[in-house]
């Protein structure tokens, strides 16, 4: 009987002992995620290239309309040689 309380007392150790090492692998994971939140996730990828003010500045080209060229390009090519 009094391998009995003995026992127990070695299972509850074993236990607390588990649950600690369970603990100290979630606070390194927790951390872990932490430190690497920003790299993963950028939340801002245009930060190098706005102004002071906030704003970002674009360059537009000038637009050429091509239907013409197809359209002759059609008419060419619907032409007998």
């Given at each position: 009987?009094?391998?009995?309380?003995?026992?127990?007392?070695?299972?509850?150790?074993e236990l607390?002992?588990?649950?600690?090492?369970?603990?100290?692998?979630?606070?390194?994971?927790?951390?872990?995620?932490?430190?690497?939140?920003?790299?993963?996730?950028?939340?801002?990828?245009?930060?190098?290239?706005?102004?002071?003010?906030?704003?970002?500045?674009?360059?537009?080209?000038?637009?050429?309309?091509?239907?013409?060229?197809?359209?002759?390009?059609?008419?060419?090519?619907?032409?007998?040689?």
């Amino acid at each position: 009987m009094s391998d009995k309380p003995n026992s127990l007392l070695k299972f509850w150790n074993e236990l607390k002992r588990l649950k600690m090492s369970d603990a100290i692998i979630v606070v390194l994971f927790v951390a872990v995620c932490v430190l690497l939140y920003p790299k993963i996730f950028n939340p801002d990828k245009f930060e190098d290239i706005r102004d002071e003010d906030g704003r970002i500045t674009i360059a537009v080209m000038p637009f050429e309309h091509f239907q013409e060229i197809q359209e002759g390009e059609k008419a060419l090519a619907s032409q007998p040689n």
